[in-house]
C-alpha cells in the first residue's frame, strides 16, 4: 500500500500539516513495516546452511540468486522510492522557504533606512520571514526524524540482504548490504542510476 504523494505548492509548504502527515504515513506504510516485509524475503544466513559457494549445486545457487533479487528489488521499488518522494518534498519546502526570504530580503534592502528615533513604528512596516524560517524549522526537524527512520531501517535492510553483491550494472561496491557505509551511499548510487 502507498500513500499518494501531495501536489507541491508553496501553499502547501506554508500549511505544513498536510506534508506532515504524508511525512508520518509514508514511514508508517514503509519502515515501520519493513521487518515484517523482509521477514517474507528469506534471509542469506538461511542460505549460508547450504554451505560454501563452490559446493552448491545450481538449482541451490538459483535459489540463492533469487533471493538477493528479490530483496534488492523491494530495497529499489519500495524502500528507495519512498525515501526519494519525501526527499523532493522537504527539498522543496526547503527551496520555496529560501527563494521567498531572499525576496523578502530585497524588499526590506529596497526600502530607505529611518532612524528608530524618529519613527519608531517604522520596523513595523518592514517584511519579515517568520513563517519562512518556520518551515526551514519543521524542514530540519523532518530531515532528523528521516536520518533516525533510515538508520534504523537500514541496519534492519543489511541484517536481512546481508551479503547482497554488488550493483552488476555498474561494478560499484554493495549497494544494499553493505553496512560498513551506510545508507547514503547505497542511496545515492541508486538516485544517480535513476537519472540514466
Same mark, same amino acid.
Not at 24 to 30: A, D, K, M, N, V
Not at 100 to 114: C, D, G, L, M, T
Not at 119 to 134: F, H, I, S
Given at each position: 500500500?502507498?500513500?499518494?504523494?501531495?501536489?507541491?505548492?508553496?501553499?502547501?509548504?506554508?500549511?505544513?500539516?498536510?506534508?506532515?502527515?504524508?511525512?508520518?504515513?509514508?514511514?508508517?506504510?514503509?519502515?515501520?513495516?519493513?521487518?515484517?516485509?523482509?521477514?517474507?524475503?528469506?534471509?542469506?544466513?538461511?542460505?549460508?546452511?547450504?554451505?560454501?559457494?563452490?559446493?552448491?549445486?545450481?538449482?541451490?545457487?538459483?535459489?540463492?540468486?533469487?533471493?538477493?533479487?528479490?530483496?534488492?528489488?523491494?530495497?529499489? &521499488?519500495? =524502500?528507495?522510492?519512498?525515501?526519494? !518522494?519525501? $526527499?523532493?518534498?522537504? /527539498?522543496?519546502?526547503?527551496?520555496?522557504?529560501? %527563494? #521567498?526570504?531572499?525576496?523578502?530580503?530585497?524588499?526590506?534592502?529596497?526600502?530607505?533606512?529611518?532612524?528608530?528615533?524618529?519613527?519608531?513604528?517604522?520596523?513595523?512596516?518592514?517584511?519579515?520571514?517568520?513563517?519562512?524560517?518556520?518551515?526551514? &524549522?519543521? =524542514?530540519?526537524?523532518?530531515?532528523? !526524524?528521516? $536520518?533516525?527512520?533510515? /538508520?534504523?531501517?537500514?541496519?534492519?535492510?543489511? %541484517? #536481512?540482504?546481508?551479503?547482497?553483491?554488488?550493483?552488476?550494472?555498474?561494478?560499484?561496491?554493495?549497494?544494499?548490504?553493505?553496512?560498513?557505509?551506510?545508507?547514503?551511499?547505497?542511496?545515492?548510487?541508486?538516485?544517480?542510476?535513476?537519472?540514466?
Amino acid at each position: 500500500m502507498t500513500v499518494e504523494k501531495p501536489a507541491l505548492t508553496p501553499e502547501v509548504c506554508y500549511s505544513a500539516e498536510t506534508l506532515r502527515r504524508f511525512l508520518f504515513l509514508s514511514r508508517s506504510l514503509t519502515d515501520d513495516t519493513i521487518s515484517a516485509d523482509l521477514n517474507s524475503i528469506p534471509t542469506v544466513k538461511e542460505s549460508k546452511i547450504l554451505g560454501s559457494g563452490s559446493s552448491w549445486t545450481k538449482p541451490e545457487r538459483e535459489k540463492i540468486g533469487s533471493r538477493r533479487r528479490a530483496c534488492k528489488d523491494f530495497v529499489y &521499488s519500495s =524502500v528507495f522510492e519512498s525515501w526519494k !518522494v519525501r $526527499d523532493e518534498i522537504l /527539498d522543496y519546502c526547503n527551496k520555496v522557504a529560501y %527563494e #521567498r526570504k531572499s525576496e523578502i530580503s530585497a524588499i526590506a534592502a529596497k526600502k530607505p533606512k529611518v532612524d528608530p528615533r524618529l519613527d519608531p513604528y517604522e520596523a513595523r512596516d518592514l517584511p519579515t520571514y517568520t513563517k519562512e524560517e518556520e518551515i526551514l &524549522s519543521w =524542514v530540519a526537524s523532518e530531515r532528523g !526524524v528521516e $536520518d533516525i527512520v533510515r /538508520d534504523r531501517s537500514w541496519s534492519i535492510i543489511c %541484517e #536481512r540482504c546481508l551479503d547482497i553483491g554488488t550493483d552488476s550494472a555498474s561494478g560499484a561496491t554493495p549497494v544494499v548490504g553493505d553496512n560498513g557505509s551506510g545508507w547514503r551511499p547505497a542511496f545515492q548510487t541508486w538516485k544517480n542510476s535513476k537519472l540514466h
